[in-house]
């Protein structure tokens, strides 16, 4: 059962990393394949932009592998709607 | 008795080509690389600047691996791929104890633009209302040294110098006393700059000193300066420790020369360059009839070329007149920040090829600018030392003086 959620976190992960996504699992800790508290943060921005949610500094700490980052997305869009994007012209992205 | 100080390692990418061999070689035939604008949309804000000198083909993904290349602004990335290929020619085996004493001096006038640019077109344009979190250390302007030093693993005193297109020559002129004076074994030093954004552009072309064709440094129609970027560093040590190691050595550093005009911001003086190119001279304990070539400023604005002239005659009085003068900004743009470390580059090739660049695009003879300027073709000529001229907005002028050996 494809997960989209997932699959645009590990895409995008992916994508920080310049590393094919087959690499990357669920179970997959951050810290072991050399994610660093830079990669997270431009992951974190990217995610923010792309499920337009804005993740608390407090639920960064806890991350340790992909699935704490599919969990915590999922959790922040059940909680809220979508933010809607500041001003009144469309985002170009 | 201070040390005397050798350049025995140069990394360059600019305009002209991704590495030394591609400068020399461009620099050599006069080949310019002045070319239409690419990759810059200024259709929404009407940009008038048509042509520059890029850096083209450049792919940062053949430098940096993992994602790195996403951590680093252009300028940055300019500084460590320079810094890489000068620590590949100079030959050294670094030792953790020379790790500890090597020094990072760059310059750069105004750090990562595209960073910064891009974060406000997100917030303002695109109405994001988040900019990417690295915005701040791609931006800072000690970026490039920071870069240099996680890469190559040095440890020794690094610091970053702004001194808007005189940076770079008051980065390698820094480090050459830090090297002479024993505060360091070992410097890379240069400059670096990218700032090929819509916001820069627009901001250039405010100032109405960019050509709008190409540059022409003291030619008569000259009508402005074309703007560059890239990036240049270059291994300083101590002479007796090239020679224990048998390095090659490219031509010894032997004088700067600093002053402030207190002036004008944008006008420059005779006096102020004048008395920076004597001090470089006089640290350098060159009389003036020893030089035999001067990388000009040349910047081909009508301000600074008959000022930078006039200055070049009031120090060198009849010497003038034999004196090769070039300004190499004809070539490879004029790239702010890295603009001293590229033309210092360019001046080695004239120690120690023995030919002089050209000024390319040269077409008439201006009155108010009388020297020899090299014009359009390079020309074969032994001289045994030389200055390197860089003078910025806001009236910092920096000299390098080189001698070959």
């Known amino acids: 059962m494809p997960d989209p959620v997932a699959e645009k976190v590990i895409a995008t992960l992916a994508s920080v990393k310049r590393i094919p996504a087959e690499s990357i699992t669920l179970e997959t800790n951050l810290q072991e394949m050399g994610i660093d508290s830079l990669d997270v943060f431009s992951l974190l921005f990217e995610l923010e932009n792309a499920f337009k949610i804005s993740i608390p500094d407090d639920d960064v700490r806890s991350i340790k592998t992909v699935n704490d980052i599919v969990e915590g997305v999922k959790k922040l869009l059940a909680a809220a709607p979508p933010e809607t994007s500041m001003g009144s012209t469309s985002p170009a992205s | ?405």
């Open chain 2, 1 to 405: 008795m201070p040390r005397r100080v050798v350049i025995t390692g140069v990394g360059i990418i600019s305009a002209l080509g991704h590495d030394l061999a591609e400068n020399w070689d461009a620099l050599c035939q006069g080949r310019s690389a002045i070319r239409p604008l690419e990759g810059v949309d200024g259709s929404r804000v009407n940009l008038k600047i048509q042509n520059a000198a890029q850096v083209r083909g450049f792919d940062p993904l053949k430098h940096f691996e993992g994602g790195k290349d996403a951590q680093l602004d252009r300028f940055a990335q300019f500084s460590v791929v320079a810094a890489r290929q000068a620590f590949r020619d100079c030959g050294i085996d670094l030792t953790a104890e020379l790790r500890e004493q090597t020094a990072i001096i760059c310059g750069s006038a105004v750090g990562g633009q595209s960073a910064i640019e891009a974060g406000f077109e997100d917030l303002w344009v695109n109405g994001r209302g988040r900019v990417h979190p690295l915005t701040i250390p791609k931006t800072m302007a000690n970026a490039g040294a920071s870069h240099i030093a996680m890469d190559l693993g040095l440890c020794g005193p690094a610091f970053t110098v702004s001194t808007a297109c005189s940076s770079a020559n008051h980065a390698i002129g820094s480090a050459f006393r830090m090297v002479r004076d024993g505060e360091a074994e070992m410097a890379v030093t240069g400059g670096s700059e990218a700032f090929f954004t819509v916001g820069m552009l627009k901001a250039w072309e405010a100032m109405r000193v960019i050509s709008p064709d190409t540059c022409r440094p003291f030619s008569k129609d000259r009508k402005g300066m074309i703007l560059g970027e890239g990036g240049a560093m270059m291994i300083l040590e101590p002479l007796e420790a090239a020679k224990a190691r048998g390095a090659r050595i490219y031509a010894e550093v032997c004088g700067f020369g600093m002053t402030a005009d207190a002036h004008h911001l944008t006008q420059p003086t005779v006096e102020g360059p004048a008395r920076a190119m004597v001090a470089a001279l006089r640290e350098a304990g060159l009389a003036p009839e020893e030089i035999g070539y001067i990388n000009a400023h040349g910047t081909g604005t009508p301000g600074n070329d008959p000022i930078e002239s006039r200055a070049i005659r009031a120090v060198f009085a009849a010497h003038a007149d034999k004196l090769g003068v070039s300004s190499t900004k004809s070539l490879h743009g004029h790239a702010l920040g890295a603009a001293g470390a590229l033309e210092a580059i360019a001046t080695l090739l004239a120690l120690c090829k023995g030919v002089l660049p050209p000024t390319a695009n040269f077409t008439e003879r201006d009155p108010e600018c009388d020297l020899d300027y090299i014009p359009n073709q390079s020309r074969p000529a032994q001289v045994g030392a030389a200055l390197s001229n860089s003078f910025a907005f806001g009236g910092l002028n920096a000299v390098l003086a080189f001698r070959s050996l």
